[in-house]
């Protein structure tokens, strides 16, 4: 994005405000944080825009953890189609000149944090552009699972004249493959002896989901200089979190840090987890390392200690993931139902 682009995202950002309340709405949902917590006065914004992994489950799940358990205001935006939440949505859509939406991209403006879970997403340029001046802001970003694939079509970022992509150049790696078997082998985390001491580490010592792990580089290559590995990946047989592991696939990287600048000269913390299904957000560890992961990129590391309570609040039951939507019992609902 150059300083023109640049100056009109601000202008439509600004545009777009006038005509939105910057804080609530029956398209997407907010919570309210609880007083006392290390969190207080800080707003965290999701974004549930996928189709495989039900982030329309484990967004707001974090987003009501987040708000009650540690006082963070915050807010879940989800991708729509005619009014529902639509994880069932073509993406991107074979149509040209057909866009998803994620209503509430605006709510970015006043966001500390943005925690991304997309895939494929094709948006309007005036909700891109809410994107790109965040990217412009500073502000911390989380990438969850698909978000190093989230964004597809007429998504464009420049940045010293050359296009930004956002899986290599914001989070640090981008989707090239299955390397853990798909739908068929689960993974188990292992923490980065060299990094153990890491705060986003503390507390967290059994992560176990059943999605597969991504490889994110070439096979000849590794994570930019810019990254640092903090939990890796292991391959298990099956589906089961007892499983043995596969001795064919040493671990990849499935989490870890970055650092994004953007046109403005402002450098932002930046986490990446591959891992991420609803289903994988059933693990303590899976929670604890997100919510460390938002202190951090917050710049309140100190605030860390092993006992922050990661209990779910209310219930969670995550439907299993997968495009077999009828089967699941995937389909377009209210925002409401998500709450």
């Given at each position: 994005?150059?300083?023109?682009q ?13 005509a ?10 907010s ?21 495989e ?25 989800f ?13 991107p859509?074979k ?18 944090l ?28 989380i ?8 964004f597809?079509?007429?998504w ?37 002896e ?6 986003i ?9 059943p ?10 290559k590794a994570?930019p ?12 047989k ?64 100190g ?7 990661v ?29």
């Amino acid at each position: 994005m150059n300083a023109l682009q640049t100056a009109l995202a601000a202008a439509v950002v600004a545009a777009t405000l006038s005509a939105q309340d910057s804080t609530d709405g029956p398209s997407w949902l907010s919570y309210t944080g609880s007083e006392g917590g290390v969190g207080a006065g800080k707003r965290v914004v999701f974004i549930a825009a996928e189709q495989e992994y039900r982030a329309e489950q484990s967004m707001p799940m974090m987003a009501r953890l987040l708000a009650t358990r540690h006082g963070f205001d915050t807010a879940v935006l989800f991708g729509q189609r005619d009014g529902m939440v639509d994880p069932t949505e073509e993406a991107p859509p074979k149509d040209p000149d057909q866009f998803q939406t994620i209503p509430g991209m605006h709510l970015l403006r006043d966001a500390d944090l943005v925690v991304l879970f997309t895939r494929f997403m094709k948006l309007p340029d005036e909700e891109l552009a809410h994107l790109n001046a965040y990217l412009d802001s500073g502000k911390p970003i989380i990438g969850v699972r698909t978000a190093n694939h989230g964004f597809r079509g007429n998504w464009t970022y420049e940045r010293d004249g050359k296009k930004v992509r956002f899986g290599d150049d914001v989070l640090g790696g981008s989707f090239r493959g299955h390397y853990g078997g798909w739908h068929r082998e689960s993974t188990r985390g292992i923490v980065v002896e060299a990094n153990k001491e890491h705060p986003i580490l503390i507390g967290v010592d059994d992560v176990w989901g059943p999605t597969d792990v991504y490889r994110m580089f070439p096979a000849d290559k590794a994570l930019p200089p810019s990254c640092t590995s903090l939990l890796l990946g292991q391959p298990l047989k099956t589906l089961e979190k007892d499983a043995e592991p596969n001795p064919k696939k040493p671990p990849l990287p499935v989490a870890w840090t970055n650092s994004w600048t953007g046109n403005l000269g402002k450098t932002a913390r930046v986490f990446h987890v591959t891992m991420g299904s609803a289903r994988d957000y059933q693990s303590a560890g899976m929670r604890r390392l997100t919510l460390n992961a938002a202190l951090w990129c917050l710049e309140m590391e100190g605030q860390i200690t092993a006992n922050l309570n990661v209990d779910i609040v209310g219930a969670y039951e995550p439907l299993k993931s997968g495009f077999n939507y009828r089967e699941l019992g995937v389909k377009p609902r209210p925002v409401s139902y998500y709450r």
